[in-house]
């Protein structure tokens, strides 16, 4: 079937080894990349549903793995689920008592876009500096965070403000993002505390 339906080769792949969405792979070429999980990794991971990096996360660490969305997270045995906002302070509060180490906050959310490009890239790095204030605000020193942006104007921002917080910062194109998209990774690793 034609990728303008959106059922590409990454699409079936997903299917075929039973992950929820094709993101699954682009966390997998992250960690290839940058290896962020470790074996003892307790995990957070924001705007995690429909939940292939949940996923993906289970195979990757023995420790604890947390995912939040505003929208509910079916089942998946061995991850722990929280349905709210990531600026919930309700939220942070109930990830502070199930965690109380964290050593790895991931983050591929992305807010409903209104197709005005100016305005959606402004909402996208804000939800960005939401993410990253939460993992400031839970990860233990030394741990690391990934987050979902979009090449444009106010990035630089975000990589900045990233900087000032983490030892070491790039940013990471993977292939298994749709052909034309701005999209790209910001991998940060040993927050500063
Ligand atoms: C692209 S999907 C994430 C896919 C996921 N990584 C996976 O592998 O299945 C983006 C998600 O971000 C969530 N999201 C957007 N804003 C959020 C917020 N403020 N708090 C929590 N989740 C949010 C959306 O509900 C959506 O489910």
């Known amino acids: 079937m034609g990728s303008q339906w959106g059922y590409d080769k ?3 792949r997903a299917k075929l080894e039973g992950y929820r969405s094709r993101a699954a792979f682009k966390l997998m070429e992250i960690q290839k990349k940058f290896e962020i ?9 924001l705007g995690a549903a429909p939940g292939s990096w949940l996923q993906v996360e289970r195979t990757l660490t023995d420790a604890r793995v947390v995912g939040i ?14 349905e709210g906002d990531l600026n919930d302070p309700e939220v942070l509060q109930q990830v502070r008592s199930m965690m109380p180490v964290v050593n790895v906050v991931l ?4 807010p409903k876009l209104s197709g005005h490009k100016s305005y959606d890239q402004a909402r996208v790095i804000e939800l960005n500096e939401q993410a990253l204030a939460f993992a ?8 690391n965070f990934a987050v979902k942006s979009f090449q444009g104007t106010d990035f630089p921002e975000l990589y ?3 900087r000032e917080h983490f030892y070491s910062v790039k940013t990471c194109l993977t292939k298994s993002t749709r052909k034309g998209s ?6 940060a690793k040993n927050f500063k505390g």
Do not use: P, W
Not at 69 to 82: F, K, P, R, S, Y
Not at 136 to 143: F, R
């Open 69 to 82: 969305d505003l929208n509910q997270i079916a089942h998946l045995d061995g991850i722990e689920t929280i």
């Open 10 to 12: 990454t699409y079936m």
């Open 160 to 162: 900045a403000a990233t």
């Open 37 to 45: 999980i470790r074996r003892d990794d307790n995990i957070v991971d």
């Open 136 to 143: 400031c605000k839970v990860l233990k020193q030394g741990g």
């Open 182 to 187: 701005t999209e790209l990774y910001v991998v």
């Open 107 to 110: 983050c591929d959310a992305a």
